[in-house]
């Protein structure tokens, strides 16, 4: 168990629908990052939030968009669903969030599938 | 364009050990690699980190030549539960974003 919790595990949902998914990190981290693990695109960087502020962007699509709160758990959103949209997503937390030894820890993900 | 590619796959017998290599091609001298496993469905597992020569714990060593185009995740004497998908994580270089390794798929067999 890293530490980190995903909620929920798996979602079903419409295209053109809407989807929140969220992330708390280990106890004491600063930084939340997201990525997307799809079959044809592997493993993708989509953000990054350093306590509270967003500090890198990846390829993450116009239409999500994520939000790291004062609590430090992060919220990543989704709209205007795709059927390609369907993925792993998985939110990883490290303690500072920039180089250095910082080792980011994973949570189990959320398994999205748009319909 | 930074790029990190590892062999897709390779198959082992268990007791034996395991080099999986990944290549990248831009990182800075003190940018940390960092190694993780994956089983289906699961979250990558944080296995290794290092950013110069030799690193060793007590499942893995990584090895990082000279010129950090590469590293090397060694895995001595596998199992059957080693049969996992293995990814290298880099920063990319003047940046706080992260590139993952296309994955090397390992089964260990009997």
């Known amino acids: 168990d890293s530490g980190v919790t995903q909620t929920p595990k798996h979602l079903i949902t419409a295209t053109g629908q809407r989807v929140t998914l969220r992330c708390s990190p280990r106890?004491?981290?600063?930084?939340v990052y997201w990525y997307q693990q799809s079959l044809d695109q592997g493993l993708q960087f989509l953000i990054q939030?350093?306590?509270?502020?967003?500090?890198a962007k990846g390829n993450i699509l116009e239409r999500f968009s994520a939000q790291q709160f004062p609590d430090l758990h992060s919220e990543l959103n989704l709209s205007s669903l795709e059927l390609g949209d369907s993925a792993l997503y998985f939110c990883?937390?490290?303690?500072?969030?920039?180089?250095?030894?910082?080792?980011?820890?994973f949570g189990p993900g959320t398994r999205l599938l748009v319909l | 364009l930074a790029k990190t590619t590892q062999p897709i796959s390779m198959d082992s017998y268990e007791g034996q050990e395991v080099n999986i290599t990944c290549s990248h091609n831009n990182i800075a001298t003190n940018d940390y690699i960092t190694w993780y496993q994956q089983f289906p469905s699961q979250g990558p597992r944080f296995i290794i980190q290092?950013?110069?020569t030799k690193v060793t714990n007590e499942v893995a060593s990584l090895f990082i030549p000279a010129d950090r185009k590469s590293s090397t995740l060694s895995l001595p004497r596998v199992s059957l539960s080693d049969t996992a998908v293995y990814y290298c994580l880099v920063p990319i270089s003047g940046t706080y974003k992260y590139i993952f390794g296309t994955g090397t798929r390992l089964k260990v067999l009997a």
């Open positions: 990883a937390s490290s303690a500072l969030g920039w180089g250095g030894q910082e080792t980011q820890y």
């Open positions: 939030y350093y306590n509270g502020e967003e500090r």
């Open positions: 290092g950013y110069k």
């Open positions: 106890s004491g981290d600063l930084s």
